[in-house]
């Protein structure tokens, strides 16, 4: 009954946010970044196939991002061109 949004972000930008979080157990391993990768890699088409939206993240503030969201929802439901 929702929108569901994916908020995607590049392994790069996943690294630079939680390189230094201790408190994520799945990158509790040897090579976080490499295992990051990986479960991007894994996730993303599942993630594709559940969303209504793709908003690509990058590196802009929350502001930014907040407001890139809020104009996708707009089109999205103002549906299709015609």
Same mark, same amino acid.
Do not use: C, F, K
């Given at each position: ?7 995607? +972000?590049?392994? #790069? %930008? ?6 230094? %979080? ?5 990158? #509790?391993?040897? %090579? ?29 503030? +929350?502001?930014?991002? +907040?407001?890139?969201?809020? #104009? +996708?929802?707009?089109?999205? #439901? ?5």
């Amino acid at each position: 009954n929702g929108t569901v949004i994916y908020l995607r +972000a590049r392994v #790069a %930008d996943l690294w630079e946010r939680t390189r230094h %979080d201790t408190t994520r157990p799945l990158l #509790a391993t040897p %090579d976080p970044r490499a295992t990051l990768t990986r479960l991007l890699e894994e996730r993303d088409a599942l993630y594709r196939e559940a969303a209504h939206l793709v908003v690509e993240t990058g590196v802009q503030s +929350a502001a930014t991002l +907040a407001g890139r969201v809020m #104009a +996708a929802l707009r089109e999205h #439901a103002a549906g299709p061109a015609r």
